[in-house]
């Protein structure tokens, strides 16, 4: 935790005051207990006033059209456009990150854009996107501003999708996912030593947020396990991780095993042989799990879509491009009828690979309030 000059920013919703002076955040399972002036581990949320205030309120990190196979959603309207926005900081301490320069941001607010939700949902509507992404660093620690735009979002008929760490406290949980209609989630190896050691987080938090999904809500959910050379890609640990999927979440959750590219503080760890991602993906299926993908290499074998009765391929994709649509109107296979687990429409998009970077609100610093 860290002291700081007068925070700016608008009021949290998740905290409280203990009997010591401090005030706690219950944004997230690290609880920081915070003295007037100082941050929390995140950067961007700290005491004001006597009350957590986020500082990150309408500023973003930037804004882009992407297809939603980039999340990663194999399985949610594919082929369609989604407006992602993220803003600085984050709650995880990841070693490996390979969105540092968002997520280890100190002094961005005065650079990024301004936008209020509506202008965001604006910009979506404009821009042809069927939902909006909260990506790049966590929707979590932006949760006031995510839950806003995805307010208005609603309002006027866009989705929300959240891309997660999944490392969230309880009642902010809560508030977060009843505005999103799907998600992706890391599951970032499966040992508390990988947690602890590389991200200073715990895995069983991030477990409670996958089974609270799974149970309490009807958000669409994938997860994503970026694997690692030496830290998280023995057998035994992508077995175990399968495992768990399949007994909590069962077999209809798709999961993606990514490439590792050597980034922030693991610079001399290697690039993940596609070896590992299609002895992981093949572990998993023997695990009994429908849908498996690689991702971050070429594999089109790996990233197609596969029939759970007949095998046959339903759909085909390359990196994000849909190159095969074998699904009938009502979301099944064509060559025998079974149904296929995911939110399908009549037709897939046709988006394509296209990233379309765009401007919203001004780039100074306008604050925005809720
Ligand atoms: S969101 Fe998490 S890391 Fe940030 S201040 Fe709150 S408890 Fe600390």
Request: net charge neutral; hydrophobic share 35%; proline share 5%.
């Amino acid at each position: 935790m860290t002291g700081d000059m007068r925070l700016e920013g608008v009021p949290g919703r998740h905290w409280h005051a203990l009997e010591d002076g401090r005030v706690q955040c219950d944004v997230c399972p690290r609880y920081c207990k915070l003295r007037e002036g100082q941050r929390g581990l995140c950067f961007v949320r700290g005491r004001q006033d006597n009350q957590i205030v986020l500082t990150t309120y309408g500023r973003s990190s930037g804004f882009c059209i992407d297809p939603i196979e980039k999340k990663p959603l194999n399985h949610y309207l594919p082929g369609t456009p989604v407006l992602s926005f993220g803003t600085a900081g984050c709650n995880l301490t990841c070693k490996f990150c390979q969105n540092w320069d968002i997520s280890k941001a100190r002094e961005m607010d005065r650079l990024m854009d301004a936008a209020s939700p509506d202008e965001i949902v604006d910009a979506a509507i404009a821009g042809g996107a069927r939902s909006i992404a909260y990506t790049y660093n966590d929707p979590v620690i932006f949760l006031e501003y995510a839950v806003d735009v995805a307010r208005a979002a609603r309002a006027r008929g866009i989705r929300n999708v959240a891309v997660t760490a999944g490392y969230i406290a309880p009642a902010a949980r809560e508030e977060l996912f009843r505005w999103m209609n799907a998600a992706n989630v890391d599951l970032k190896g499966f040992t508390e030593t990988f947690y602890k050691r590389l991200c200073t987080a715990q895995l069983g938090a991030v477990l409670e947020t996958l089974e609270y999904l799974k149970r309490e809500t009807t958000v669409w959910f994938e997860i994503t396990t970026l694997l690692i050379p030496g830290h998280n890609d023995r057998p035994q640990e992508v077995g175990a991780l399968c495992d768990w999927v399949m007994t909590r979440l069962g077999p209809d959750v798709p999961l993606h095993f990514t490439a590792f590219h050597p980034d922030y503080k693991m610079l001399d760890t290697p690039h993940t042989p596609r070896r590992t991602l299609t002895t992981a993906r093949d572990i998993a299926l023997a695990a009994g799990l429908r849908y498996v993908y690689t991702g971050n290499v070429d594999d089109e074998l790996g990233q197609s879509t596969y029939c759970p009765n007949c095998g046959a391929r339903v759909i085909g994709r390359d990196w994000y491009e849909i190159t095969a649509w074998n699904l009938t109107r009502d979301g099944r296979c064509h060559a025998c009828g079974a149904g296929v687990a995911g939110v399908f429409e009549a037709r897939p998009g046709v988006w394509g690979q296209r990233r379309a970077p765009i401007r919203i609100g001004s780039k100074h610093d306008r604050t925005l309030a809720p």
